[in-house]
C-alpha cells in the first residue's frame, strides 16, 4: 500500500483552486489585470464602444491599419475593423504566414434590449420606449433596474450622433416597470418563461406633458422635444438608430477576499479583453503570425456583416496571404484558433442542472470546452483528439491553470459559440475561456484568477 499515494499522484486529475494553489506573485497579477479589464468593461457596453477602446488600445501600442497597398515583415502590428463591429489585431510572426496563423476570436456582443425602430409612445401619459430584446434572456431580470442608453443615430441629412447616457450619477437612466407583488397573484403563477412577456418590456421615458399644451400624446411631444433639445434627432431618425439599453451600473468587486467580479457582459468581455491583450502585449515577434479577432452578432446565431458567418475573416487572411504569393486556403488549413467564449461555473445554488464532474469551477483556471451543442452534441464543432492534446500539453509545460468543462448535464439544455463558423474554414479550433456564474443575467460574475489564467494561456498558445 506504500504506492497509493504515488498511484493517485501518477494517475489521476487533481482538484487545482487558484486561491490555494498559485503564487501570491500570480494572484497580485490576476488583480492588477482586472483592474483594467473592469475599465473595459465599464468603457464599452456595446458591441461597437468595445471595439472602440481595443483599436485605441492597439494604437497606443504601435498598431497600424491593415494596408492592402503596403509590404509587412515580421513583427509588424496590424488592425482592421469592420464596420465598427468586428476587429482583427494582428502581429506578422518571423514565419510570415507559412506555418498558418494563431487565433483566438471572442464576441464583443452581450444580451440586451433594443429600441425598436418606432419605440416612443404615450400610454396613460407616460412616455415608454418599444422594445425587442436581443440574444437569450430571462425576461424577468431586466426590469426594475437601472438602464443606460447606449448607441448611434443616423440623421436625415446623413450626420450621425452617438448616444451614451444615464452612466453617471447627474444623468437620468431609465427602467422597465415590473408589477407590484400585491397584484400579481396571476403573474406569480405563470411560467417564468411567459410571465414577463417581450411586449412587457417597455422602457420608462418621462412623465411630463408640454406645458401649455392640451394636444393628444403631449407628453410623447414633451420627451421628444427634449431628445431633439440634446441629439438634434426627430422621430423618424429612430429607424435609422441602433440603440441598446443596458445596465446602468459599473463593473464590482464580489466577497470579502475581492476574489470575483460582479458586471454586466462578461459573456464574452471577459474573454474578448485576455484575447485582444494576448496580442498588443505579446514581447517580441512570434514565430507564427498571430491574431486576435473579435466579433459581433454572437449572441444571435454569428449572422450578418459582423458576424463570425461573414466572410470577412476570410477575405482579410486571403489578402494577407496574397502578399506571401500564397493563397488564403492553404494559410487557413494551417491555421489554429482558440475560441474564447465563456462556460456555466458549477453553481452550488442549481447543483442539479450540472454534471459535477465534468462542470467547470470558479477559480480553477482557464476552460477548455471540446465540444457545446446540445441534444446529441447537435452544433458543435467538436475538437479533435490531437489538437486538445496541443493545447493541453502547451498550458501545462506554460503552468497556465486550467481545467475542462461543459454546458450543463447532458439534455439539460446547452448551446453553441462560434467554433464552429471557424473550424467550417479548415482551421483547427477548440473553445477556451473562463467559468461564469448567472450567465446572460444583467450581472454576471467570474473569477479574477481565471481571467488572469485565460490571457496567460492565450499568450501561452501564441508563443
Ligand atoms: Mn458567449
Ligand atoms: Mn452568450
Redesign the pocket.
Known sequence: MDNVKELRERLLIKKKNGGRILAEEEIRNAEKFSKGYKIFLDEGKTEREAIFFAVNEAKKNGFEEFNKEREYKPGDKIYCVNKEKFLILAVIGKNGLGNGIKMAIAHVDS?RVDLKPRPLYEDSEMAMFKTHYY??IKKYQWTAMPLSMHGKVVKSDGSHVDIKLGENPDEPCFCITDLLPHLARQQMGKKMSEAITGENLNVVAGSFPLRGDEGKDSVKLNIMRLINEKYGITEEDFISAEIEMVPAYKAQDIGFDKSLIGAYGH??RSCAYPCARAVIDFEGIPQDTIMSVLVDK??IGSEGNTGMKSLFLKYFVGDLAGKYGIKGRDVLRKSKCLSAD?NAAFDPNYSGEYEAANSCYINRGAVITKYTGSGGKSGTSDASAEFMGEIRNKLNAENVLWQTGQLGKVDAGG?GTIAKYVANLCVDVVDVGIPVLS??SPFEIISKIDLYMLYRAVISFFK
Open positions: 444580451p440574444g437569450g459573456d464574452d454572437e449572441e465563456v448551446g450567465m446572460h
